[in-house]
């Protein structure tokens, strides 16, 4: 049977197992499990075996230091996601015609709570270097995809995002509730975001929506460098968003 600890979590086996596995995200990659005890509080010796075993299954990596990340096997369950896979599969081809047009960056991204997921991703070499990478994460209020995602959200998803901190990444990220607000308000109205160096100083994100039906259900972005011009590139992203989500709706 399941125990709860006093804030709320399960102290189960699985349920201490995916909070090891939840400790991890793009922010902490590599993590020893000292590190990774004191952020999801449980006892270290307690940690020490949940990584020893996760370790042996694949679902944890451990390098000749003893620091471990999410192991090949996590990342290939993630992948075998209906709902994901279909989204990514119908996406995949639109997204590579959007890079051969523009050979910047392209991103596709679903909102997990306060987060977006990074669920695809085309770069190559002369496109800027980017902090994402697929089945990564990055809170929703400081990205592109994130912030066309929460302009298209349940308002209690929007208040849950507030409520957890709006925590900056860089002096341009939004950090107060009447800006972000006001931003989710422009964003519908214009049916694009443009995030200028809010999750690094050294990129300039666009992102539009793509409907499943009446819903949003990811975000299609490029990622450029801050001296890129972003205006040409909108009326192509937005053209490969509404081509996903005619792929979409079949």
Not at 104 to 115: M, R, W
Request: proline content about 6%; overall charge neutral; aromatic content about 2%.
């Amino acid at each position: 049977m399941a125990t709860e600890d006093p804030h709320g979590g399960d102290r189960s086996v699985l349920g201490r197992a995916f909070a090891v596995l939840g400790a991890f995200d793009d922010r902490h990659r590599v993590r020893t499990a000292s590190e990774i005890a004191r952020a999801v509080g449980l006892p270290v010796p307690t940690t020490h075996r949940l990584c020893a075993k996760l370790a042996d299954l694949g679902a944890l990596d451990r390098d000749e230091s003893g620091r471990l990340s999410i192991g090949e096997a996590i990342w290939e369950l993630g992948h075998l996601s209906p709902r994901r896979q279909g989204l990514r599969e119908s996406a995949r081809p639109y997204m590579e015609d959007l890079f051969v047009a523009t050979r910047e960056n392209v991103q596709l991204t679903t909102l997990d709570g306060a987060e977006v997921v990074y669920v695809e991703q085309i770069s190559g070499r002369q496109a800027i270097s980017v902090k994402s990478r697929a089945g990564g994460r990055l809170p929703a209020h400081v990205s592109s995809g994130g912030l066309v995602l929460l302009a298209h959200a349940p308002a209690d998803t929007v208040n849950a995002v507030i409520d957890a901190g709006l925590q900056a990444l860089t002096p341009n990220s939004i950090t107060d509730e009447r800006t972000l607000r006001a931003t989710l308000h422009e964003i519908r109205r214009r049916g694009h975001a443009i995030c200028r160096q809010m999750v690094d100083p050294h990129s300039v994100a666009l992102a539009a929506p793509v409907h499943d039906g009446p819903s949003v259900v990811a975000a299609l972005s490029i990622v450029v460098s801050p001296s890129t011009p972003t205006e040409p590139l909108i009326p192509a992203l937005k053209a490969t968003a509404r081509g996903i989500s005619r792929a979409l709706a079949g």
